[in-house]
Structures are given as structure tokens and as C-alpha cells.
């Protein structure tokens, strides 16, 4: 009997635990998407800052994720005592890899994005291809011309590698990578029937700060190339059948093409949110509310050179005006109230309102 009352004492326990943490389960997950999101977007320092206010969480499985995964960022942006390890078979790319992430570790945990600069980056890059032969120029030539990574792509592209250099929200990166697969593909768009061909990259070396800085969570999930009509796909970050890639990559991306053709100097930011709002034409019941809770997580209205939380921003803020008649609304809750044929209804609006101003002005570069 005694064993009997222990072991209703236990089940009692657990089951009352278990539904403690069911009640914290989707605030707890909302929270710790929002830290991955704050981290993927470069405010590493700032969300520091919001691990120490929180502590923990109350829900125990996400609590376990959280504490794992912030023992491995403090592991490599604090106590640096992460072993770095080879991203690729060649000497040259795992060199210059480590001189990118050395320079994202230090950028990345810089409170103030002003403070941030590429300095010690480019003069690691010309000092290692000084020091080891790489290059035919001398040292003050390099120097002035080599933040415009033509030097560096044209080693790397010796060594047998592929590259794409990007500045994103402050941050000077590089994707490297060695294998990909053409695939043509016809996408329908408002305006047009566009066909295009998708390059499937299928191992980096080496995939930006973003997927650096949240150990893979957060990557770089595309991008358009305007004068051969190109998309170039992060094809580990899609299922092929899903609607994921269908509408959220290949409408998206083939919009940045079109748009950067008939519209050539509209910003980065209202690049991104025309494409985020043909991805909310397009979603059905499978996608919305995912789409929807990612676009209210990553919004930050602040920095309009920050494109991605900017255009997130913009956008959220337009549709709760025309659903809600109020400002930005960050309850999910009130989302998921909302029919998806609604925001459909919404956003197809919104790209209307859009493509009249531009219509009226190709040549000009803000709409939001």
C-alpha cells in the first residue's frame, strides 16, 4: 500500500507539472523564437541583455532547449571557448571562414549597431593573402580596393568555390559554397507569368553571420539575381512540395526580380515588403499563421537599412490598420481570429496600393 501511495504521489506530481508547463508551453516558445529572432537579426548584444532578465523558462522542455542553446552561444560570443572546427575540405576557405566568424563574434556583440566597423575584417583578409601568396597586388592597392571583394571572390573562386558577398543589417558577410543543381521553374505572379531558373545550392562551406550566430536556425534562405532571371535557393532550408517554398521562396524571390527590373531604385526595404506581401496573397491555412507569427517576432520599424525587420514592420502595420483599425498588432491570438481569406484580401489590397504609386513613378525608391 505504502508503494501504491508513492506511486500515485508521483503520477499526481508529474501530471500536475506537466500541466503547469502545457499553460507556459506556447508563451515560453513565442519568447524563446523571439531571442533566436533578435540574435538572427545581429543584436546578439542586446539579447544578452534579455537571457539575463529572464533567467529561465517555466515550461521544462523549452527551458531544456533554451538553457543548451544559450550554453553554446555564450560558449562562442563570451567565454570563446568554442573549438572551431573545418567548414570544407580546403585550406584557403576554412582560413578565410575563420577570419569571417572572428570578425562576426566581435561585431555581433556590439549593443550599439553604430559602433559596428568592417576594419579589422578587411585588414585580416589582406594580411592572410598577403602573407600566403594569393594575390599579385601590393599592399596599398589591395587596400583600396578591397572592400569591394573582387580580389577575394576570384581566390576563392580558384580554390573551386562559389561566393555571394553581402552587407545585412550592418553586418559584412560571405556565402561560400561549392556544389548546386539548375532547375527551370514558371511562377505566376499578379502581373506576370515568369519563368526562371532556381540554382539549388547544396553545401556551403560557409552560410553568413546569421547561421553562425544561431548555431543554423536562422539562414539565409535565398536571392534574385535581376539580369539572368536566377534564383539561387538554400535548398537544405525547403521541402520542394511544400507551399514553404512555392510561395514564401519562389514567389518572393521571383518578385525581386520583376521588381528590380520595371522599379530599379526601390530600396531594399520595399523590395522586401512587396515580397512579403505576395507571400500573404498566396498563403493558405497551411502557411498563414506561421508566416503571420514570423513576421510579428522579426518586426522592428527602427532602421529602415535593416530591410527584413523594416519591410516586416511596414507591413504589419499596414494590414492592422485595415483589419483592426488600430496600430501594429503583436497578439498572435488576434491573428489566428482573423479568416485567411481576410488577410488574403488584405494584402492583395496592399500590393495594389503599392503597384499604382510605383506605376505613377517607376523611378521612385520608397513606397512605404
Request: negative net charge; contains cysteine.
Amino acid at each position: 500500500m505504502k508503494a501504491l501511495r508513492i506511486a500515485l504521489v508521483v503520477v499526481v506530481c508529474l501530471a500536475a507539472l506537466g500541466f503547469y508547463g502545457m499553460r507556459h508551453f506556447a508563451r515560453d516558445k513565442h519568447t524563446l523564437l523571439e531571442l533566436k529572432a533578435m540574435v538572427g537579426q545581429g543584436d546578439l548584444g542586446q539579447a544578452f541583455q534579455r537571457m539575463d532578465s529572464i533567467g529561465g523558462f517555466q515550461n521544462p522542455v523549452i527551458n531544456l532547449s533554451y538553457q543548451r542553446w544559450k550554453k553554446k552561444l555564450v560558449a562562442r560570443f563570451i567565454t570563446h571557448s568554442e573549438v572551431l572546427e573545418n567548414t570544407s575540405g580546403n585550406t584557403v576557405v576554412n582560413d578565410v571562414s575563420n577570419i569571417y566568424r572572428a570578425y562576426w563574434r566581435s561585431e555581433l556583440m556590439k549593443t550599439d549597431p553604430a559602433a559596428r566597423t568592417d576594419s579589422t575584417l578587411y585588414h585580416a583578409l589582406a594580411d592572410y593573402m598577403l602573407d600566403n601568396g594569393l594575390t599579385a597586388l601590393t599592399r596599398d592597392s589591395l587596400e583600396r580596393t578591397i572592400k569591394n571583394d573582387v580580389e577575394l571572390g576570384r581566390i576563392l573562386s580558384e580554390q573551386g568555390f562559389k561566393t555571394r558577398f553581402m552587407l545585412r543589417n550592418g553586418i559584412q558577410e560571405v556565402l561560400i559554397w561549392n556544389q548546386e543543381n539548375r532547375v527551370p521553374y514558371t511562377v505566376a505572379l499578379p502581373k506576370d507569368t515568369v519563368l526562371t531558373t532556381v540554382v539549388f545550392i547544396t553545401d556551403y562551406a560557409l552560410n553568413g553571420y546569421d547561421d553562425y550566430a544561431t548555431f543554423g536556425s536562422a539562414q539565409v534562405g535565398g536571392w534574385a539575381v535581376q539580369e539572368s532571371a536566377t534564383l539561387y535557393c538554400n535548398r537544405d532550408q525547403y521541402d520542394l512540395g511544400s507551399e514553404e517554398f512555392e510561395v514564401s521562396y519562389l514567389k518572393h524571390e521571383t518578385l525581386h526580380f520583376t521588381d528590380l527590373n520595371a522599379y530599379p531604385n526601390l530600396s531594399a526595404a520595399d523590395l522586401e515588403y512587396r515580397a512579403k506581401v505576395i507571400e500573404l496573397m498566396y498563403c493558405t491555412e497551411a502557411t498563414m499563421q506561421d508566416r503571420i507569427a514570423q513576421f510579428v517576432r522579426e518586426a522592428d520599424g527602427s532602421d529602415r537599412s535593416h530591410s527584413h525587420p523594416y519591410a516586416n514592420h511596414a507591413l504589419m502595420t499596414a494590414l492592422s490598420d485595415m483589419l483592426f483599425q488600430r496600430g501594429f498588432e503583436q497578439d498572435l491570438a488576434v491573428w489566428s481570429s482573423i479568416p485567411v481569406e481576410a488577410i488574403n484580401r488584405a494584402a492583395a489590397a496592399l500590393y495594389a496600393a503599392s503597384e499604382a504609386t510605383l506605376r505613377q513613378d517607376p523611378e521612385r525608391a520608397e513606397v512605404i
